[in-house]
């Protein structure tokens, strides 16, 4: 089946640590996109990456790390200079920039205890 | 800078009632616009996307219209479902520089009663 993996579906982290949140697509698409969302807010875009070894920060950035050395895998950390982490994690792709429909995946729910 | 708004934010509707959706966004120079549906605690599914040079979009019962000069889109659903009940998110894409960078709207939470 083709589609979107994100894991694990929920994460809890202790303050002041580091935590990777996992996304792969076996869709070959060039793009992928990693979004947060809060209770009663829209998605909000984190970083985007439009190709391979390349990628962008979106309009909340700060206290989050991505990289893209594979075509499949776009992960996510989440540092411990992100101030508010607790979120609706969700991670998208599409055929490209410009032919960019979105699909998402499931999502990741990170708690901070 | 982009807003998107979309109202009413929750709607309660009978089975079977006919509905229309709004999302307005402020800036018309877009380069696409989604439709997404996205049920309790799970990912958004994809429903409608309208290009920018066209007027409306068709998918089953779903008919999502676009109007960029007055920064309007609707998502009409005809007879509805207690299955249609979820969370309506519309999403703009503004193009150029920002290919693929969407902006969202807050969503409208839909509830179809039997």
């Known amino acids: 089946d083709g589609g979107i993996t994100q894991s694990p579906k929920y994460l809890f982290r202790k303050e002041g640590q580091n935590v990777t949140l996992s996304c792969e697509q076996n869709l070959n698409h060039d793009a992928m996109y990693w979004y947060r969302q809060d209770p009663g807010q829209g998605l909000r875009l984190i970083y985007y990456?439009?190709?391979?070894?390349?990628?962008q920060k979106g309009d909340i950035a700060e206290g989050y790390s991505v990289s893209r050395e594979k075509k499949e895998s776009f992960p996510l950390t989440v540092t411990s200079a992100q101030k508010n982490p607790t979120a609706f994690y969700l991670c998208?792709?599409?055929?490209?920039?410009?032919?960019?429909?979105?699909?998402f995946g499931p999502g990741t729910r990170l708690t901070v205890l | 800078k982009q807003e998107v708004t979309q109202i009413p934010a929750a709607l309660s509707v009978p089975e079977g009632e006919n509905l229309v959706l709004n999302c307005s966004f402020t800036?018309?120079?877009?380069?696409?616009l989604q439709w997404f549906r996205q049920d309790p605690g799970k990912g958004l599914t994809s429903l409608l996307l309208?290009?920018?040079?066209?007027r409306e979009q068709t998918s089953g019962r779903l008919n999502a219209s676009l109007d960029k000069s007055s920064g309007r889109s609707t998502l009409y659903i005809a007879a509805s479902q207690p299955g249609d009940s979820a969370t309506y998110l519309c999403a703009v894409d503004a193009g150029g520089t920002s290919y693929g960078k969407l902006t969202f709207g807050q969503g409208t939470i839909l509830t179809v009663h039997p």
């Open positions: 998208a792709s599409s055929i490209s920039p410009v032919y960019n429909e979105q699909f």
């Open positions: 800036d018309s120079a877009i380069y696409n």
């Open positions: 990456s439009q190709i391979v070894n390349d990628f």
């Open positions: 309208i290009q920018s040079s066209q």
